[in-house]
């Protein structure tokens, strides 16, 4: 069962932007905890940004510093992942995960966040 949906994904140029989104699929819910993973063809599934509502705090994995900007909307419901500079190397399925009760680490691997999208496909051609 599909938890959170991704969207926002597509075929584009090297040094474009992309904005993905996610929300809930069905029941709506606040998301505290929010983290963005990426997944290329052969590869384990890596971070690449998360979020943490309060106190309130962003971190990234260090290949995107300075190009991708995570967020979440006020109401908790929607959150993004804003790609620019995107590069080749960053052609992979991207997949939203959550928390929906307010968790005060800072989580980076998978098995941290209890809800999660199905993926959306970002292919960045040279």
């Known amino acids: 069962q599909v938890q959170l949906v991704e969207s926002g994904g597509g075929l584009v140029q090297a040094g474009d932007s992309l904005r993905l989104s996610c929300s809930p699929s069905g029941r709506t819910f606040s998301i505290y905890n929010m983290g963005w993973f990426r997944q290329a063809p052969g590869k384990e599934r890596e971070f690449v940004a998360a979020?943490?509502?309060?106190?309130?705090?962003?971190y990234y994995a260090d290949f995107v510093k300075g190009r991708f900007t995570i967020s979440l909307d006020n109401a908790k419901t929607t959150g993004y992942l804003q790609m620019n500079s995107l590069k080749p190397e960053d052609t992979a399925v991207y997949y939203c995960?959550?928390?929906?009760?307010?968790?005060?680490?800072?989580?980076?691997?998978?098995?941290?966040?209890?809800?999660w999208g199905q993926g959306t496909q970002v292919t960045v051609s040279s």
């Open positions: 995960a959550a928390k929906i009760r307010p968790y005060y680490g800072l989580p980076r691997s998978p098995r941290d966040f209890d809800y």
């Open positions: 979020l943490r509502w309060t106190p309130s705090t962003t």
